[in-house]
């Protein structure tokens, strides 16, 4: 990944360790001004700090923002319970990484695991098709837990799954395996596919399709692919062809893919826009690694960060 140091002031002023709290109108204004302009830049970030393990994001300043970091318009914040950086890393052969990676602790309360979230605010926007991408590697997944990325808009309060304008969760509430969603009334689940292991590192892969410009409709198309380390390096030699994937069958084959969903969301104003927050969100789980966010309108290949020496 290019290098680009960057240092940027807390997100809006808030507090590092509050949730955003706006009035309804602020957000309004906020939204339509960072999003006047769309890009097409790549968002990166690999959590490769200059510091040691065991500190805590975003205090002190070299735990803001990795090193290889860009894209965002704002510094990493902890909206709920604890995240530490770690010099761990979830490699996965043939993708390139790099050296470091977020451990989020999920609130400890008195007979339950809370949520742990951290959040962070992006400078780039998206129409069209986009490409994304995450590396995850979790503790003891309860039914009750449930873990992915969240985009949504600065709200009063942290988004969740189910309020997210978009959802991204290869573990949902109830169940063993993922879901996507946009909003409380349109999420797919996943039943048929292999359930995320403890331990395991995975590679969850996704395509937007025809997001629309602010203030447009579109009817959208959300897919995911949800990759254990054997199937991520197998599929990139394969270029993460988009065919091969939906072809591929659900299963636990190096040549399979763990869990496949897709929905489609018609005549939408829902999209990716500049100044929207990106959440690395869990639930009952006591510890989860979140690595290599990636967003791309070039490939899948790109989001995944197949290293080029490759072809």
């Known amino acids: 990944m290019a290098s680009c140091q960057v240092c940027y002031p807390p997100l809006l002023g808030i507090n590092h360790n509050m949730p955003i709290r706006l009035p309804n109108a602020t957000l309004i204004v906020l939204i339509a001004s960072l999003s006047a302009l769309q890009t097409s830049a790549k968002l990166y970030e690999g959590f490769d700090m200059p510091i040691g393990a065991g500190q805590a994001l975003g205090s002190p300043s070299d735990t803001l923002s990795g090193s290889t970091s860009t894209g965002w318009h704002s510094s990493w914040q902890v909206s709920k ?40 605010q992006i400078a780039v926007g998206y129409n069209g098709d986009v490409f ?17 990325l969240l985009l949504s808009i600065p709200s009063q309060d942290p988004a969740t799954p189910r309020s997210a304008t978009f959802a991204i969760c290869p573990k949902r509430w109830g169940s063993p395996n993922g879901m996507v969603g946009a909003g409380q009334n349109k999420i797919v689940k996943n039943d048929s596919g292999i359930e995320c292991f403890p331990e395991e590192t995975y590679l969850v892969l996704w395509k937007m399709e025809q997001l629309p410009q602010l203030g447009e409709r579109s009817n959208i198309r959300l897919k995911m692919w949800v990759l254990d380390s054997r199937q991520a390096a197998h599929y990139a030699e394969q270029g993460f062809s988009e065919a091969k994937l939906d072809q591929a069958g659900e299963g636990s084959e190096a040549n399979q893919v763990s869990q496949t969903m897709e929905t489609n969301i018609p005549n939408s104003r829902r999209g990716i826009y500049r100044g929207m927050i990106i959440s690395c969100f869990s639930a009952g789980v006591p510890r989860v690694f979140f690595d290599e966010i990636c967003l791309s309108s070039d490939s899948l290949n790109a989001a995944a960060g197949r290293n080029p020496t490759q072809d």
């Open 132 to 148: 994304g991408s995450f590396r995850f590697s979790s503790g003891n997944l309860i039914q009750d837990a449930a873990l992915g």
């Open 81 to 120: 319970g604890n995240t530490q950086v770690s010099t761990e890393d979830l490699k996965i052969p043939g993708l390139e990484s790099a050296e470091g990676v977020i451990l989020v602790k999920g609130e400890r309360k008195e007979r339950a695991i809370g949520q742990g979230i951290v959040i962070r």
